[in-house]
């Protein structure tokens, strides 16, 4: 089974409309093809409408970074994935490390945000990984196989097929110190395995599932060759358009 790479920056709390602009203008005409490759930024929410205005017609697609589970109400503050949609916008990234510790999204929250993502037709990006204490205790596989598990819970083959996951161990993210493209692969099969045994083979060769933590173009290539990794999550390394298009230097 060939599945389609999927590189996607996460740009977090970062830049301004000005150089989110300037950085769509720099890259949106050097992307390759979308049928070789699928080539995201995750921008801050504020930028996305200007961004989707500005990269139509072209290879760039766009994630959000998180959403609400509903599609309207009395929410203050949240953004609904029905408005997330309405922007067309393809992905949003749901269960990042970040959203988990600093804002205590739960297990829970995160299916309930996949199942209403979907339902609007757009895809999750499912993160996933472990902290540096479970990864030395030797329990990331358990842990992560939880993680998946809660996140995907009463959802569709058809659904799961179509879904992205990211395993990106908490140690790896903004430290500079990247998982081994072994390690990488390893939990990244992990993650394959679980979807396997809950949906069986045809689904778990479909969907598509990143590596997260320190990628940036020197290492892109060595992540990108394993059997298990289809594609990566880049936070610092996405934020300069050089930088995000050399990872892109691995489709021929
Ligand atoms: C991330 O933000 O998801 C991430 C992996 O960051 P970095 O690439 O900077 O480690």
Redesign the pocket.
Known sequence: MSRKPIIAG?W?MNKTLLEAQEFVDAVKDNIPSSELVDTVIGAPALFLAPMAYSSRGTELKLSAQNSFWENSGAFTGENSPAAIADLGVQYIIIG?SERREYFHETDEDINKKAKAIIANGLTPILCCGETLETFEAGKTAEWVEGQITAGLKDLTPEQVSNLVIAY?PIW????GKSATSEIADDTCGVVRATVEKLYGSEVADKVRIQY????KPENVDEYMSKENIDGA?????SLEAESFLALLNFVK
């Open positions: 996460n977090k990042h990106e790896a993210i903004g430290t997260g933590g320190s990628v999550l880049v936070g610092g390394a």
